[in-house]
């Protein structure tokens, strides 16, 4: 029974030190830069969309969510509707997504890199 109990008292603080290295890899991938569109961040991409999505398209009330991926040379690529209302909405979120301007790509350690955003659109009565 001691030594179990001297086992335990010696192997806790190991324990303990595994999980804070998990811990320490997601530290280690906090050098990525987000990517920027027209200078800012989402909100700038929220007003493009505030311009450019023709909203008498919508015919049905609730979220549309689309997700695609800025590549590394700033491109707006492999544009999906993960949720959709009806094919009217969904089809102007692409059209308008087809036709964004470049992006300033995400980077990682100095280098571009390419990342993947979901961006969801809530439709409802005002």
């Known amino acids: 029974m001691k030594l179990i109990k001297f086992l335990l008292i010696l192997l806790l603080p190991i ?27 989402i909100d700038k991409f929220q007003e493009y969309l505030n311009e450019n999505f023709d909203y008498s398209k919508v015919t049905k009330l609730g979220k549309l969510e689309a997700t695609f991926t800025v590549d590394e040379q700033g491109n707006v690529t492999k544009i999906r509707i993960t949720q959709i ?6 089809t102007e979120m692409i059209r308008v997504l087809k036709k964004c301007p470049k992006w300033e790509p995400a980077r990682r350690g100095g280098k571009p890199i390419s990342i993947e955003i979901k961006y969801p659109m809530v439709f409802q009565k005002k």
């Open 15 to 41: 324990a303990g030190f595994s999980q804070m290295g998990g811990e320490g890899e997601v530290y280690l991938k906090g050098d990525r830069i987000e990517a920027k569109f027209n200078g800012g961040g």
């Open 85 to 90: 209302l009806d094919i009217e909405s969904a």
